[in-house]
C-alpha cells in the first residue's frame, strides 16, 4: 500500500517543474540583436565601412558596433569602434 503513493508524488511533482518554465535566454537575445541590427545599420551607412559585431552593452542603453573602414591610398583599413544609443 505505501508503494502506491510514492511515484503519484513523483509524477506530480514533475508536472509541477514544467508549468513553471523559464523564458528562453535566446528570446532576450533576438530583441536586444534587433535593437542592435538598428544602430549598426546607422553606424555602416555614417562611416562607409564593413560591419565587423555589434553587441549590447552591459547597461541595456547602448550597443557596441565596430566597423571596419578603408584607408585613404595605400593605408590599411582601421577598426571603429562605436557606442552608440539603442
Known amino acids: 500500500m505505501a508503494r502506491l503513493p510514492i511515484p503519484a508524488m513523483l509524477i506530480a511533482g514533475l508536472a509541477g517543474l514544467t508549468a513553471f518554465e523559464a523564458p528562453a535566454a ?30 549590447p552593452s552591459s547597461d541595456g542603453q ?7 573602414v578603408q584607408g585613404n591610398g595605400n593605408e590599411r583599413p582601421r577598426k571603429v569602434t562605436v557606442r552608440v544609443p539603442m
Not at 29 to 36: E, K, Q, S, T
Not at 62 to 68: G, H, I, W
Open 26 to 55: 535566446g528570446d532576450y537575445f533576438i530583441l536586444a540583436a534587433a535593437d542592435c541590427g538598428a544602430a549598426a545599420s546607422r553606424v555602416v551607412s555614417e562611416t562607409g565601412g564593413q560591419l565587423l559585431s555589434a553587441q
Open 62 to 68: 547602448t550597443c557596441v558596433v565596430t566597423v571596419l
